[in-house]
């Protein structure tokens, strides 16, 4: 899931102990990951941008958990549809 910009946390005090668990760089990495998919499927749609708060300098609480639940929620259309095409989910690249 790291390959895909993600960490597979539940609560926040999960995700910031997974966080402290990498290197400064591979957390560099995975935030630039994230943030390059969440704009990817922020800009396939203008509602979803909005949804999103694409272009908010200091998004709030509340965007970052969307954008959080809408990249979960993609990675896991992709791997459904390739499980579906009786196909093996990974590798996924669907960015």
Do not use: C, H
């Not at 995700?15 to 990495?29: G, V």
């Not at 970052?64 to 009786?86: C, L, P, Q």
Request: avoid cysteine.
């Amino acid at each position: 899931m790291l390959e895909l910009g993600i960490v597979p946390a539940i609560t926040k005090d999960e995700l910031y102990r997974m966080l402290d668990s990498l290197s400064e760089e591979e957390k560099i990495k995975l935030n630039r990951k994230f943030r390059k998919v969440w704009r990817k499927i922020a800009k396939s749609n203008t509602e979803t941008a909005k949804y999103l708060g694409l272009g908010v300098k200091e998004p709030g609480a509340y965007y970052i958990k969307r954008r959080n639940s809408m990249v979960v929620y993609r990675i896991g259309e992709i791997i459904n549809a390739a499980i579906r095409a009786d196909q093996s989910p990974v590798p996924i690249q669907p960015w």
